[in-house]
């Protein structure tokens, strides 16, 4: 897969998983469905997440753990959880543990298993 192609991949995945960090928050809340409902929830996330991939460039070593990978997370729940705080969203303590340890397992714990299966692959290629 050519490095674009990862990068791009990797950032919707991270994107997929963060929709459901979302919907399965909303859900576990009895909270409305609804596009705009999902959206209001969902887009200080998102724009946390792509802050996360400016400021890392994560689009050079997107399966990486370290760098970019913690910072994208970092930055993915710091910054979501400051602009729900700057547009009157609801903010708990208990809202930001468990969005940190969510996000976390989904944004590391997917590079923690595609990273060594991508390099198995680039190395049974130069072998070839």
Do not use: C
Not at 8 to 35: K, M, N, P, W
Not at 92 to 111: M, Q, Y
Request: no cysteine; glycine share 8%; proline share 5%.
């Amino acid at each position: 897969m050519k490095s674009w192609r990862t990068a791009a991949v990797a950032f919707v995945i991270d994107v997929v998983l963060v929709l459901v960090f979302v919907l399965v928050g909303r859900r576990s809340h009895s909270e409305a469905t609804s596009v705009s409902g999902i959206v209001t929830t969902l887009w200080p996330f998102l724009l946390g997440l792509l802050l996360g991939w400016l400021v890392t460039a994560a689009w050079r070593r997107p399966l990486v753990i370290l760098w970019p990978g913690i910072p994208v997370w970092l930055m993915t729940v710091a910054v979501g959880m400051l602009l729900r705080v700057s547009v009157g969203q609801g903010v708990e303590p208990s809202f930001i543990v468990v969005a940190a340890i969510v996000l976390g397992v989904f944004l590391l714990g997917w590079r923690l298993i595609a990273l060594p299966i991508v390099r198995r692959r680039v190395l049974r290629r130069a072998e070839q």
